[in-house]
C-alpha cells in the first residue's frame, strides 16, 4: 500500500527547470543536461558507505522538514540581525537546534547520489559524490550552521560579527525552489501555488526592509534616539521616546508598516526617514521596490490572461496522466512518457517552433551551420558530393533521448534514420542461438540506415546509455533525396559494404545490400532509357552529369540507342554515338539498334547507325523477322532488311529461308528481292524441302520459271553486292524552300555510288541545262556531298550551283 501511494506520488511530481541560459551553441546539449540534474531514479549501493537514493522514502520527508527549517531560518535571521543584541536564553537553544539539523543535512548530502548532468546516470560513488558537493554549496552550508550568536558574545559583542548572520540567508533558494515545484505538481491548483509565492516574495522583502529600518534606529546611541525615524515618531497622542522600553511586537509592527508603506510608495507622511542613514536606505529601498512592484504586477498580469509555458506544461502532463490511468499503462512506459515531456518542456528553446516565423530559406541556412558538420563526419556519407550534404542537413530535425530507452527494436519496420551528435548508445543484435551482440554507438555514429537502404527490418535493437542528442531524419525524405542525388546513394552503399565496425553483423546482410545495389543500377537504367525513348535529351545530359552510364543496360538487355533507334530520335541517337554506347550490341532478342531502326522504318536513323558502323550480323533471330517479314509482305521492311546486309539465307525454328516462305505463297517480287540479294534457291528446310519444291506445289508458273532459272544462273558476288546496296530516290528541279507556285515535279532515280554520277543522271531527267554546275541539297537545305549518305526513299532537290556559275 505504501509502495502505490509512492508510485502515486512520483507520477504527480514534477521536476523543475532551472531558468539559465547559455547562448553557446557549443554548450546547449550541456546546459540541457544541467537543466535534468534532479533524478527520480536511485538505488542503494556501497560497501562501506551508505548511499542515499534521491527518490528514497524518508529522504523526501528529511527534505520538507529542512524546507521548515529554511522558512524559519530565513525569516528570523533579519529579525535577530535589527532587534536582539545577543539572543534571549530559550531562542538561543531553538537556533542551536536548527543548525544541528543543518548540519545533519550537510552530512546527508554528502550521502545522496545524484545524476551526472552529461550522461544522466545516476552517480552513487562516495568520491564523485564529495567533490561535487565540495564544489557547490558547501562553504555556504557550513558558514551558515556556525553559531554566530555565541561566536558575536565571544568576541566581545563587536557589531561586524552580527552582519556574518547574513549568510544564513543562503537557504531562502531551499524555499522557492520548493515553491517552484509546487508550481509544477498538477495536484495543487497552480493560480493558488502562484498566488502564495507572490505573497512570500512581497511580505518576506518587507519584513527584511522592517528589520533594517529598526536596526538603523537602534545603531545610534540611546541619547541620540530622537534622531532616528522611531524616536521621533508621535502618532495621535502616543510618542515612540524611550521606544527600546516598548513591547517587541509593538515595534516589529510599526517598523513593518514603515516598510510597507514605503514599499507601496503611497505613504501618509506620518513615518519618514529622520537622519541621512535612513534617508540613503530608503532611496536604495524605494528604488528596489520599483523592480519589485514591476515583478509582482507582471506576474499577476500573467496569471489574468494565462497562457504560460509552466501552465501548458502542467495541462499536458495532465492529460497525458489521464491517458496512462484510462489505459493501465506499465510502469516502464509511464516513466518514459514523462521523461520525454520534461525533456521536451526544458529543451523547447532548441525546437524548431522557435523559428516557424522565419523564412525557409533562412531556416535551411540555419540548419546547415548547426548540422552540416555533424553530418560531414558521418563514415555513412564519406565521398558524398556537397550538395547531398546539403540537403540532408536542411531537413533533419533534433531529438533528446534519457539513458535506459529504447529507440529501435530489432525486427521492427523502421521509417527513421538516426545520427549520433553527443551521448552514447548500444546496438545490440539477438542471434538464432540466443546470444547477444553488443557494440557501442558512439557519436558520428548512424543507425537504421541498413533496415531504410535495404528495405528489411531493423537487425538489431538500439538502447540508450546517456543522455543523447540525435538528429532525425524521415525515410521518405531520405528516399527522395537519393532518387535525385543516386551516385551519392550507390556511395552510400559502398560505404555500407566496407563495413563501418558501428555496423552490427555487417556481413550477415552483404547480400541484401548487393541485391538493392543491383536493383538501383537497374532503376537507373530504367530511367536513363526513359530518357532517351522520350528523347528527353536536356533530362539524359543531367543524368550522365550527375553519374549515370548511357552504357548500362536494361532488364532486356536494351541500351538506351535501342530505345532511341526504335522511335527515330535522330539527334538523341548522334549523342548517344558520341557517349560511346556500343552500337553493335544486342539486346536478349538478338535486336541491335540499327535492326530497332530498320524494324520501325526510321531510315535517317538506320543510315546514321549503318555509316557508324552498325552491322546486322549480329543479330540473333534474322532469319525469323525475314521469313515473317515475308509471310505478311511487307516489301519495305525486307527491302530494308536486305539493303543494310541481312542475311538472306537466315532460317527459323524449321529451317526455313524466307525464300521458302515466299515460293510457297507464291510472292514473285519478293523472291525475285531475295534471290538478288542473294538467297540460296537450293537451301533445303526439316522436311527436306527446297523452294523450287515449294513454288511447284504452289502452282506459280512464273516463280517456277525463277527458281529455276537461279539454280541454273548464281549472280557472282560482285552483282549480289550491288542488288544489296540498290536504294532509290526522288529528285525535284527546285530548292527545298520554294514556295508551292514554284514547284515542279521530280524524277524517281536508282542511288549511285558516285555523287557526280547522281546529278548526271538527275540533269538528264529533268532535262536541265548543262551550262550551269548543279548541286543536290537534302530536305532540310543541306548539301549532300557523299552518296553514301542518302538514305532509301529520300526526297532530294537539284538547284544551281550559285557560286560556280557566279564566277563563271
Given at each position: 500500500?505504501v509502495?502505490k501511494?509512492?508510485?502515486?506520488?512520483?507520477?504527480?511530481?514534477?521536476?523543475?527547470?532551472?531558468?539559465?541560459?547559455?547562448?553557446?551553441?557549443?554548450?546547449?546539449?550541456?546546459?540541457?543536461?544541467?537543466q535534468?540534474?534532479?533524478?527520480?531514479l536511485?538505488?542503494?549501493s556501497g560497501?562501506?558507505?551508505?548511499?542515499?537514493a534521491?527518490?528514497?522514502?524518508?529522504?523526501?520527508?528529511?527534505?520538507k522538514?529542512i524546507?521548515v527549517?529554511?522558512?524559519y531560518?530565513?525569516?528570523?535571521?533579519p529579525?535577530?540581525?535589527?532587534f536582539?543584541?545577543?539572543?534571549p536564553?530559550?531562542?538561543?537553544?531553538?537556533?542551536v537546534?536548527?543548525?544541528?539539523?543543518?548540519?545533519?543535512?550537510?552530512v546527508v548530502?554528502f550521502l545522496l547520489?545524484y545524476?551526472?548532468?552529461?550522461?544522466?546516470r545516476?552517480?552513487s560513488?562516495?568520491?564523485?559524490i564529495a567533490?561535487r558537493?565540495l564544489k557547490s554549496?558547501?562553504?555556504f552550508d557550513?558558514l551558515?550552521?556556525?553559531?554566530?550568536?555565541?561566536?558575536?558574545?565571544?568576541?566581545?559583542r563587536k557589531?561586524?560579527v552580527?552582519?556574518?548572520?547574513?549568510?544564513?540567508?543562503v537557504r531562502?533558494?531551499?524555499?522557492t525552489q520548493?515553491l517552484?515545484?509546487?508550481?509544477?505538481d498538477?495536484r495543487?491548483?497552480?493560480?493558488?501555488t502562484?498566488i502564495?509565492?507572490?505573497?512570500?516574495?512581497?511580505?518576506?522583502c518587507t519584513?527584511?526592509?522592517?528589520c533594517i529600518f529598526?536596526?538603523l534606529?537602534t545603531?545610534l546611541p540611546?541619547?541620540?534616539e530622537?534622531?532616528?525615524?522611531i524616536?521621533?515618531?508621535?502618532?495621535g497622542d502616543?510618542?515612540?521616546?524611550?521606544f527600546r522600553?516598548i513591547?517587541?511586537?509593538k515595534?516589529?509592527?510599526?517598523s513593518?508598516?514603515f516598510s510597507?508603506v514605503?514599499m507601496?510608495?503611497?505613504?501618509?507622511?506620518?513615518?519618514?526617514?529622520?537622519?541621512?542613514r535612513?534617508m540613503?536606505f530608503v532611496?536604495?529601498?524605494?528604488?528596489?521596490d520599483?523592480i519589485?512592484?514591476?515583478?509582482?504586477i507582471?506576474?499577476?498580469?500573467?496569471?489574468?490572461?494565462k497562457?504560460?509555458?509552466t501552465?501548458?506544461?502542467?495541462?499536458?502532463?495532465?492529460d497525458l496522466?489521464k491517458?496512462m490511468?484510462?489505459?493501465?499503462?506499465d510502469?516502464?512506459i509511464r516513466?518514459?512518457?514523462k521523461?520525454?515531456?520534461?525533456?521536451?518542456y526544458?529543451s523547447?528553446y532548441?525546437?524548431a517552433?522557435?523559428?516557424?516565423?522565419?523564412?525557409?530559406s533562412?531556416r535551411?541556412?540555419i540548419?546547415?551551420s548547426l548540422y552540416?558538420?555533424?553530418i560531414?563526419?558521418v563514415p555513412?556519407?564519406?565521398?558524398?558530393s556537397?550538395?547531398?550534404i546539403d540537403?540532408?542537413?536542411?531537413?533533419?530535425h533534433e531529438?533528446?533521448?534519457?539513458?535506459?530507452?529504447v529507440?529501435?527494436?530489432q525486427g521492427?519496420?523502421?521509417d527513421?534514420l538516426?545520427?549520433?551528435?553527443h551521448?552514447?548508445l548500444?546496438?545490440?543484435a539477438i542471434g538464432e542461438?540466443g546470444?547477444e551482440t553488443?557494440v557501442?554507438?558512439?557519436?558520428?555514429?548512424?543507425?537504421?540506415e541498413?533496415?531504410?537502404?535495404?528495405?528489411?527490418p531493423?537487425p538489431?535493437?538500439?538502447r540508450?546509455?546517456?543522455l543523447?542528442?540525435?538528429?532525425?531524419?524521415?525515410?521518405?525524405?531520405f528516399?527522395?533525396?537519393?532518387e535525385i542525388?543516386?551516385?551519392?546513394?550507390r556511395?552510400?552503399l559502398s560505404n555500407?559494404?566496407e563495413?563501418?565496425e558501428?555496423?552490427i553483423?555487417?556481413?550477415?546482410?552483404?547480400?541484401d545490400i548487393?541485391?538493392?545495389i543491383?536493383?538501383?543500377?537497374?532503376e537507373l537504367?530504367?530511367?536513363?532509357?526513359?530518357a532517351?525513348f522520350?528523347?528527353?535529351?536536356?533530362?539524359?545530359?543531367?543524368l550522365i552529369?550527375?553519374g549515370?552510364d548511357p552504357?548500362?543496360?536494361?532488364?532486356?538487355?536494351r541500351?538506351?540507342?535501342?530505345?532511341?533507334?526504335s522511335r527515330?530520335h535522330e539527334?538523341?541517337?548522334?549523342?548517344l554515338?558520341q557517349?560511346?554506347?556500343d552500337?553493335?550490341?544486342?539486346?536478349?532478342?538478338?535486336?541491335t539498334?540499327l535492326?530497332?531502326?530498320?524494324?520501325?522504318g526510321?531510315?535517317?536513323?538506320?543510315?546514321?547507325?549503318?555509316?557508324e558502323g552498325?552491322?546486322?550480323s549480329?543479330v540473333?533471330?534474322?532469319g525469323v523477322?525475314?521469313?515473317?517479314?515475308?509471310?505478311?509482305?511487307n516489301?519495305?521492311?525486307?527491302?530494308?532488311?536486305?539493303v543494310?546486309g541481312?542475311d538472306p539465307?537466315g532460317?527459323?525454328?524449321?529451317?526455313?529461308?524466307?525464300?521458302?516462305?515466299?515460293a510457297a505463297?507464291?510472292l514473285?517480287?519478293?523472291?525475285n528481292m531475295?534471290?538478288?540479294?542473294?538467297a540460296s534457291?537450293?537451301?533445303?528446310?526439316?522436311?527436306?524441302?527446297?523452294?523450287?519444291?515449294?513454288?511447284?506445289?504452289?502452282?506459280?508458273k512464273?516463280?517456277?520459271t525463277?527458281l529455276?532459272g537461279?539454280?541454273?544462273?548464281?549472280?557472282?558476288?560482285?552483282e549480289?553486292?550491288g542488288?544489296?546496296?540498290?536504294r532509290?530516290c526522288?529528285v525535284?528541279p527546285?530548292h527545298?524552300w520554294?514556295p508551292?507556285?514554284?514547284?515542279?515535279e521530280?524524277?524517281m532515280?536508282?542511288?549511285?555510288?558516285?555523287?557526280?554520277?547522281?546529278?548526271k543522271?538527275s540533269?538528264?531527267?529533268l532535262?536541265?541545262?548543262?551550262a550551269?554546275?548543279?548541286?543536290i541539297?537534302?530536305?532540310?537545305?543541306?548539301?549532300?556531298?557523299?552518296?553514301?549518305?542518302?538514305?532509301?526513299?529520300?526526297?532530294l532537290?537539284?538547284i544551281p550551283d550559285a557560286n560556280k556559275?557566279?564566277?563563271?
Amino acid at each position: 500500500m505504501v509502495a502505490k501511494e509512492m508510485e502515486a506520488e512520483i507520477e504527480y511530481q514534477l521536476e523543475e527547470v532551472n531558468e539559465g541560459m547559455k547562448e553557446s551553441r557549443g554548450s546547449r546539449f550541456n546546459l540541457i543536461a544541467g537543466q535534468l540534474g534532479i533524478g527520480v531514479l536511485g538505488r542503494r549501493s556501497g560497501r562501506e558507505t551508505l548511499i542515499i537514493a534521491p527518490d528514497n522514502r524518508w529522504y523526501r520527508q528529511w527534505t520538507k522538514l529542512i524546507v521548515v527549517l529554511a522558512v524559519y531560518s530565513s525569516v528570523f535571521t533579519p529579525f535577530e540581525f535589527g532587534f536582539f543584541r545577543g539572543l534571549p536564553e530559550n531562542l538561543f537553544l531553538l537556533d542551536v537546534a536548527g543548525q544541528i539539523a543543518f548540519l545533519i543535512d550537510i552530512v546527508v548530502k554528502f550521502l545522496l547520489a545524484y545524476r551526472d548532468p552529461h550522461t544522466y546516470r545516476i552517480v552513487s560513488n562516495p568520491a564523485s559524490i564529495a567533490i561535487r558537493y565540495l564544489k557547490s554549496g558547501f562553504v555556504f552550508d557550513f558558514l551558515a550552521c556556525l553559531p554566530w550568536d555565541a561566536i558575536y558574545k565571544a568576541c566581545n559583542r563587536k557589531e561586524e560579527v552580527r552582519y556574518l548572520l547574513w549568510i544564513r540567508l543562503v537557504r531562502v533558494v531551499k524555499v522557492t525552489q520548493f515553491l517552484t515545484k509546487m508550481e509544477k505538481d498538477i495536484r495543487i491548483n497552480y493560480l493558488f501555488t502562484r498566488i502564495v509565492k507572490l505573497i512570500f516574495v512581497e511580505l518576506y522583502c518587507t519584513h527584511t526592509a522592517a528589520c533594517i529600518f529598526y536596526y538603523l534606529a537602534t545603531t545610534l546611541p540611546a541619547s541620540m534616539e530622537g534622531h532616528t525615524w522611531i524616536g521621533s515618531l508621535k502618532l495621535g497622542d502616543y510618542s515612540f521616546e524611550n521606544f527600546r522600553d516598548i513591547d517587541l511586537s509593538k515595534r516589529y509592527l510599526t517598523s513593518l508598516y514603515f516598510s510597507i508603506v514605503t514599499m507601496a510608495t503611497v505613504g501618509y507622511g506620518d513615518i519618514h526617514a529622520v537622519n541621512p542613514r535612513e534617508m540613503l536606505f530608503v532611496m536604495i529601498y524605494v528604488s528596489l521596490d520599483m523592480i519589485l512592484g514591476a515583478y509582482l504586477i507582471g506576474n499577476m498580469t500573467a496569471l489574468i490572461v494565462k497562457g504560460s509555458k509552466t501552465e501548458k506544461f502542467r495541462d499536458k502532463m495532465k492529460d497525458l496522466i489521464k491517458y496512462m490511468n484510462r489505459n493501465k499503462l506499465d510502469k516502464d512506459i509511464r516513466e518514459q512518457i514523462k521523461g520525454h515531456v520534461r525533456l521536451q518542456y526544458e529543451s523547447s528553446y532548441t525546437e524548431a517552433s522557435v523559428l516557424q516565423d522565419i523564412p525557409a530559406s533562412i531556416r535551411a541556412k540555419i540548419s546547415q551551420s548547426l548540422y552540416k558538420p555533424y553530418i560531414e563526419d558521418v563514415p555513412l556519407f564519406s565521398g558524398c558530393s556537397a550538395e547531398f550534404i546539403d540537403q540532408i542537413a536542411i531537413r533533419l530535425h533534433e531529438e533528446f533521448f534519457l539513458p535506459g530507452e529504447v529507440i529501435m527494436e530489432q525486427g521492427n519496420a523502421v521509417d527513421q534514420l538516426y545520427f549520433v551528435c553527443h551521448g552514447v548508445l548500444e546496438g545490440v543484435a539477438i542471434g538464432e542461438d540466443g546470444t547477444e551482440t553488443i557494440v557501442p554507438l558512439e557519436p558520428n555514429s548512424s543507425f537504421g540506415e541498413i533496415a531504410i537502404l535495404c528495405n528489411i527490418p531493423q537487425p538489431f535493437t538500439v538502447r540508450v546509455c546517456e543522455l543523447c542528442r540525435l538528429l532525425r531524419i524521415d525515410k521518405q525524405l531520405f528516399t527522395n533525396i537519393l532518387e535525385i542525388y543516386f551516385v551519392d546513394g550507390r556511395t552510400i552503399l559502398s560505404n555500407l559494404l566496407e563495413g563501418n565496425e558501428n555496423n552490427i553483423k555487417i556481413k550477415q546482410f552483404e547480400s541484401d545490400i548487393n541485391l538493392h545495389i543491383t536493383k538501383q543500377e537497374s532503376e537507373l537504367s530504367l530511367r536513363v532509357n526513359s530518357a532517351a525513348f522520350h528523347n528527353d535529351l536536356n533530362h539524359l545530359k543531367s543524368l550522365i552529369k550527375a553519374g549515370a552510364d548511357p552504357k548500362k543496360t536494361d532488364y532486356d538487355g536494351r541500351s538506351p540507342l535501342h530505345l532511341a533507334a526504335s522511335r527515330g530520335h535522330e539527334d538523341m541517337t548522334s549523342f548517344l554515338i558520341q557517349e560511346g554506347v556500343d552500337i553493335n550490341l544486342s539486346d536478349k532478342f538478338g535486336n541491335t539498334a540499327l535492326y530497332e531502326a530498320i524494324k520501325n522504318g526510321h531510315d535517317r536513323v538506320a543510315s546514321m547507325l549503318y555509316r557508324e558502323g552498325g552491322r546486322l550480323s549480329s543479330v540473333g533471330n534474322g532469319g525469323v523477322d525475314l521469313c515473317m517479314a515475308v509471310a505478311k509482305g511487307n516489301v519495305e521492311l525486307l527491302r530494308r532488311m536486305l539493303v543494310y546486309g541481312m542475311d538472306p539465307n537466315g532460317r527459323d525454328y524449321d529451317q526455313r529461308t524466307a525464300l521458302h516462305i515466299a515460293a510457297a505463297e507464291g510472292l514473285h517480287f519478293m523472291a525475285n528481292m531475295l534471290l538478288s540479294a542473294g538467297a540460296s534457291p537450293a537451301s533445303v528446310d526439316r522436311w527436306g524441302n527446297t523452294p523450287l519444291e515449294e513454288a511447284r506445289r504452289c502452282g506459280s508458273k512464273s516463280l517456277i520459271t525463277l527458281l529455276e532459272g537461279a539454280e541454273s544462273n548464281q549472280l557472282t558476288p560482285g552483282e549480289l553486292q550491288g542488288h544489296i546496296n540498290q536504294r532509290r530516290c526522288t529528285v525535284f528541279p527546285f530548292h527545298p524552300w520554294d514556295p508551292k507556285d514554284k514547284r515542279k515535279e521530280g524524277v524517281m532515280l536508282w542511288v549511285p555510288n558516285i555523287m557526280e554520277d547522281l546529278i548526271k543522271s538527275s540533269m538528264e531527267q529533268l532535262q536541265c541545262s548543262t551550262a550551269s554546275s548543279y548541286i543536290i541539297l537534302s530536305e532540310d537545305g543541306a548539301r549532300i556531298h557523299d552518296a553514301e549518305m542518302i538514305v532509301h526513299d529520300q526526297r532530294l532537290y537539284l538547284i544551281p550551283d550559285a557560286n560556280k556559275n557566279t564566277v563563271e
